[in-house]
């Protein structure tokens, strides 16, 4: 069953009560997903390379959709050019994401029907959702994913390994990092010693950065590509 929670920041996200999680941090769902997503994955790739102005993103749990709107915001009256790529098998209603008022908490009432047509789209194909933002969400487990595309920046934000662990082991976590590019960006609110050691493997130089509000760290990894 899916209930509304709302979150410290007065923000509000949905906690599935048969895992007893929430889709987003119980301390403020807008403020992690800007610090975790936004700043230390897009904005950090941006300021490194300026001049790219075609950005593919993955995102693993598209969820409320919460993190693709902030994408689009950030790129919106900007020369970016977004490809969003997104994976989630248990999609919301769009009645369900609105009853979070997401738009109206992040103050941008513009962004309504953008955020309405990511949700409402088809699946498996891509949807310019805005000239700046091109959605493709596909309704496929990790493990089984394949994409012909290429990504400078993963977001990860699939359920805690306790929750999920079919989707942190080595083998899903390869299976998403095989396809970033050198020096891209894979970034999560996650910090366990375990995933850090496991990107390690694959070959990115990983980063413990200090957490949005209520987490300690978060982790950040830089593709690597061995000659």
């Known amino acids: 069953m899916i209930e509304i929670f709302e979150t ?8 599935n009560t048969a895992l007893n999680e929430t889709y987003h941090s119980r301390f403020g769902a807008i403020q992690e997903s800007i610090h975790v997503f936004i700043e230390a994955g897009l904005n950090t790739y941006l300021k490194q390379f300026p001049d790219n102005e075609s950005i593919h993103i993955l995102e693993v749990g598209f969820g409320t959709g919460l993190n693709a709107i902030l994408t689009l915001q950030a790129v919106l009256n900007t020369p970016y050019k977004v490809y969003y790529e997104t ?9 369900q994401v ?3 008022n997401y738009i109206e908490q992040i103050g941008d009432h513009l962004l309504n029907d953008y955020f309405k047509k990511m949700h409402t789209c088809n699946w498996d194909e891509p949807v310019e959702i805005h000239p700046n933002f091109t959605i493709c969400k596909k309704k496929q487990p990790l493990e089984t994913y394949h994409s012909e595309k290429d ?5 990860f934000d699939a359920f805690a390994p306790n929750v999920q ?6 083998e899903a976590l390869q299976n998403s990092t095989q396809k970033l590019i050198e ?6 609110y996650c910090a366990k010693g375990q995933l ?3 990107l390690k493997s694959l070959h990115l130089q ?3 950065l200090s957490g949005p509000p209520g987490k300690r760290e978060m982790t950040r990894g830089i593709k690597v590509i061995k000659t």
Do not use: A, C, M, Q
Request: glycine share 4%; proline share 5%; hydrophobic share 35%.
């Open 196 to 198: 850090k050691r496991d």
């Open 165 to 170: 662990p079919e989707l942190w082991t080595l």
């Open 87 to 95: 994976l989630e098998t248990y999609p919301l209603s769009l009645e």
């Open 206 to 208: 990983v980063e413990s």
């Open 8 to 15: 410290k920041d007065g923000s509000k996200t949905l906690l």
């Open 151 to 155: 990504f400078h920046i993963i977001y």
């Open 183 to 188: 020096n891209g960006i894979f970034v999560t």
């Open 98 to 100: 609105e009853e979070l």
